[in-house]
């Protein structure tokens, strides 16, 4: 059973949808308004918000922007009828999870929810992911290498730790754009060259290997 938050400010809409979620066996709080999602994700504490954009008081890019600033790996599904690519790219850049447009099939987004939170593993989470001499620190979304500490942004984050966990293969940009930003679909964007390039700006010495014509490569060493 994993916690969620609906925030949508179309009354019937957030009903249907708390009824669906629960009945898929979630416990479901909602919200209506961008400040009262705001004072929801600062009383509690949630496996995925399911957020709309057009809300308000404050839209929905401020309410995504405050929960990852306050709880970094705060998980977030867009669900908008807002389903231009610039917009698409900006929720995943502010560190959305996955992107459903509306209107949608509920079966799909039961599943895209589950997907979501099928990552969570049960009892106490590893703390640290280790490859060669690099640490990355999965709670605080820090690099450790040559005694510097490195924060890095979310996505940064969730793209290296792929990168890591996959050490020594190649990883296509459409693996990376699927497996961290949550899309198959060509977003119109160097998302994740640009992503790349952020992290080689920040990390002292070389750690992310260019295979032409295929994609990326961690290197152990």
Same mark, same amino acid.
């Given at each position: 059973m994993a916690r969620l938050l609906v925030v949508e400010d179309e009354a019937r809409l957030r009903a249907y949808l708390k009824r669906a979620l629960e009945a898929d066996g979630h416990t479901v709080d909602s919200a209506g308004t961008g400040p009262d999602a705001l004072l929801r994700l600062r009383d509690g504490e949630f496996d995925l918000v399911v957020l709309?954009?057009? &809300?308000?008081?404050?839209?929905?890019?401020?309410?995504?922007?405050?929960?990852?600033?306050h709880r970094p790996g705060q998980r977030v599904l867009v669900l908008s009828a807002v389903m231009d690519v610039s917009t698409r790219v900006r929720c995943?850049?502010? $560190?959305?999870v996955d992107f459903l447009g509306k209107p949608? @099939?509920?079966?799909?987004?039961?599943?895209?929810?589950?997907?979501? &939170?099928?990552?969570? @593993? *049960? /009892?106490? *989470? #590893?703390?640290?992911?280790?490859?060669?001499?690099?640490? &990355?620190?999965?709670?605080? #979304?820090?690099?450790? &290498?040559d005694g510097q500490e490195i924060p890095l942004s979310h996505r940064e984050f969730m793209l290296l730790g792929h990168l890591m966990r996959?050490?020594?293969?190649?990883?296509?940009?459409?693996?990376?754009?699927? /497996?961290?930003?949550?899309?198959?679909?060509?977003? $119109?964007?160097n998302v994740v060259d @640009?992503?790349?390039?952020?992290?080689?700006?920040?990390?002292?010495?070389?750690?992310?290997?260019?295979?032409?014509?295929?994609?990326?490569?961690?290197?152990?060493?």
């Amino acid at each position: 059973m994993a916690r969620l938050l609906v925030v949508e400010d179309e009354a019937r809409l957030r009903a249907y949808l708390k009824r669906a979620l629960e009945a898929d066996g979630h416990t479901v709080d909602s919200a209506g308004t961008g400040p009262d999602a705001l004072l929801r994700l600062r009383d509690g504490e949630f496996d995925l918000v399911v957020l709309d954009l057009m &809300l308000p008081g404050c839209d929905g890019f401020e309410v995504m922007r405050h929960a990852i600033d306050h709880r970094p790996g705060q998980r977030v599904l867009v669900l908008s009828a807002v389903m231009d690519v610039s917009t698409r790219v900006r929720c995943l850049r502010l $560190g959305a999870v996955d992107f459903l447009g509306k209107p949608f @099939a509920t079966a799909e987004l039961l599943e895209r929810v589950r997907t979501r &939170l099928r990552s969570i @593993a *049960p /009892g106490l *989470p #590893q703390r640290w992911l280790h490859v060669g001499e690099v640490t &990355l620190d999965l709670e605080r #979304q820090t690099l450790r &290498l040559d005694g510097q500490e490195i924060p890095l942004s979310h996505r940064e984050f969730m793209l290296l730790g792929h990168l890591m966990r996959r050490a020594g293969a190649v990883c296509s940009r459409h693996e990376l754009l699927a /497996g961290v930003w949550g899309h198959t679909d060509d977003l $119109g964007s160097n998302v994740v060259d @640009a992503t790349v390039r952020r992290i080689r700006g920040k990390v002292p010495r070389p750690v992310i290997e260019t295979v032409r014509n295929a994609g990326y490569t961690f290197r152990a060493g």
